[in-house]
Every structure is written in C-alpha cells, then in structure tokens.
C-alpha cells in the first residue's frame, strides 16, 4: 500500500494563499487523525467526528477520502471482520449485527456488502446452540432467552428449541 507523504514540503509554491491554507489544514488533519487512529482501525465515522471538533466540513471530508484512499480507513474490512468473528460460539441474527455495525459508525454501503446473503438466522441459531451445549449445559429456557439476547426471533428460537432439546412440546414453548 502506497502512503502519502504526511509532510507540508509536497505543497507547491504556486498555490494562492486560500488554497495553500486549505491544504495544510487538510495536512494537519491527516496528521491529527493517523495520530489518533495509532494502529488501531476505526470506522469513518468515528474519525469524521473525531475531525469535526477542529475542523469544517469540507476540510473534513477532504481528509476522510485521502485516509480511505491511503488505507487508513476502510468501512468494508472492518464490517466483514466484523461478521466472520459473529459466527458460531458469538453469533448473532442478522438484524443484531446490522445494529451492531450501525451503532460502531459503519456506512451502510459497507454493512449490506458485509453481511452475507445467504446467512440465515435459524442456522446460526442452531450453531450458536450447539456450541453452547458443548460447553455447558444449558435448559431449553435459559437458551431461548440466550437466543432472544442475541437477536433471534421468536418463530427461530422455537424451531431451535424443539429441534436441540427433547421433551418440549408446543405449550412449552408457546409460553416461553
């Protein structure tokens, strides 16, 4: 991955007065925000409000498309690193880690692109049980409001009910 240089020595001398303030404002803010971001990866939302308190808008979104352009910030990894660790001993329904992202500060285009298509909540409900039972043992109570906590709803968490634990029947159930 190419970085730009972060230094002032890469503003030409031929800029009017206003542009060259704009471009060591946006220096200055690339300079601020890689600072804060360390080595740790934020979501561009988070930078961009980290931005807001020092800086104007368009001076802001000017320094949010030269950190994605550099690799300093990338919605897309974080959301889909997101989702692969949501997944067995973790899962969660497909509505819950859409909250999730939403409430880390994703952008919604890397949200949809991240979440899999094709994942369907009773089967995660099912892995996600039968992780749990293999490590402790869990009533068919405590696991639909373990399930429920997760995101599940309600006509996933029966079926999983009936299917892992024997003996349930549907008044069971249907007061659960």
Same mark, same amino acid.
């Given at each position: 991955?190419?970085? +730009? +240089? ?27 925000? @890689? ?6 990866? +934020? ?15 368009? @001076? ?68 996600? @049980? ?47």
């Amino acid at each position: 991955m190419k970085m +730009k +240089k972060i230094s002032s020595d890469s503003i030409s001398d031929w800029l009017n007065p206003a542009d060259r303030e704009q471009e060591n404002q946006i220096q200055a803010g690339r300079i601020a925000a @890689i600072t804060w971001l360390k080595l740790n990866r +934020k979501p561009s939302l988070q930078v961009a409000a980290f931005l807001r308190r020092q800086y104007p808008e368009p @001076i802001v979104e000017k320094i949010l498309h030269s950190l994605q352009e550099d690799g300093y910030i990338d919605d897309q990894a974080l959301a889909k690193r997101l989702v692969s660790q949501r997944r067995g001993y973790r899962a969660e329904s497909r509505a819950a880690l859409a909250a999730r992202m939403h409430q880390l500060g994703l952008e919604e285009k890397a949200i949809q692109a991240a979440l899999p298509e094709e994942q369907d909540d009773l089967d995660a409900a099912r892995e996600l @049980i039968r992780s749990r039972q293999s490590r402790q043992v869990m009533d068919w109570q405590k696991a639909g409001r373990f399930l429920a906590r997760r995101g599940f709803n309600q006509e996933v968490i029966i079926q999983v009910l009936r299917e892992s634990f024997s003996g349930i029947d549907s008044r069971d159930t249907d007061q659960a």
